[in-house]
């Protein structure tokens, strides 16, 4: 069956500091994977995507992330993080039925 | 700025009573999902649509809960009888896809959630 797995429930970082928020996943073909951001009582947003061709992807807000289908990883990184960057932030892949799947989701804390 | 909009935001009532949650997809989407998020189980895909179709509801506790959609423009979920332990907060997500390989790729948007909370 599918699944995602983020490993680190809650990740804390300075202001400024790099950022690498890790993402696993199982599935059986090539995969469609994502990243959502949810800021508090909000929504989820998507940040980036990945469905194939070149492994690294940009997305919004300065993110990027990398696909390396030897480790399964779809993991998330930002050169500089940013105070508004705190948020949780969930790893996804999209199955053939055409659902998402989603991680347990990774808290970031960013400190001054 | 085009959005998933859903209703009420919170919601407060009492084990036993009758609860419906609405969301208005986006203008033009042909999917809707339904996932429920709690700190224990995290994002919980419930049920999702197609052309207001059911695709897969096996998310769903059949015995009580039910997702239908009346038309394009409108997803409900209720719960009756409702009980303490689905107390959650409640996503719609809407989406496009335009054929079957699509159904790989169309990114999700999602709406600000319902907070249900049964005493």
């Known amino acids: 069956a599918q699944s995602v797995t983020q490993p680190d429930i809650h990740i804390t970082v300075s202001e400024g500091a790099s950022l690498e928020l890790r993402c696993n996943y199982s599935y059986g073909a090539t995969p469609y994977l994502f990243w959502y951001v949810q800021s508090p009582g909000q929504g989820l947003q998507l940040l980036l995507k990945?469905?194939?061709?070149?492994?690294l992807v940009q997305g919004i807000k300065g993110f990027e992330a990398e696909f390396k289908r030897s480790q399964s990883s779809f993991n998330l990184r930002k050169p500089s993080v940013h105070w508004s960057d705190a948020a949780e932030y969930f790893c996804?892949?999209?199955?053939?039925?055409?659902?998402?799947?989603f991680g347990q989701g990774t808290e970031l804390s960013v400190k001054p | 700025d085009a959005r998933v909009t859903q209703t009420p935001r919170h919601k407060v009532t009492e084990m036993g009573q009758e609860v419906t949650m609405r969301c208005q997809p986006i203008l033009g989407h042909n999917t809707v999902f339904w996932y429920r998020q709690t700190m224990m189980q995290g994002l919980e895909l419930l049920a999702y649509f197609r052309n207001r179709a059911p695709l897969d509801d096996s998310g769903m506790p059949k015995d009580r809960f039910s997702a239908e959609m009346p038309d394009a423009t409108l997803a409900t979920l209720k719960i009756q009888p409702s009980e303490p332990r689905d107390s959650a907060v409640y996503f719609c997500?809407?989406?496009?896809?335009?054929?079957?390989?699509?159904?790989?790729?169309?990114?999700?948007?999602f709406g600000n959630g319902t907070r249900l909370t049964v005493t």
């Open positions: 996804a892949v999209n199955n053939q039925g055409g659902k998402l799947i």
């Open positions: 990945y469905f194939s061709g070149d492994t």
């Open positions: 997500a809407s989406g496009l896809v335009v054929g079957p390989r699509s159904s790989y790729n169309s990114p999700l948007h």
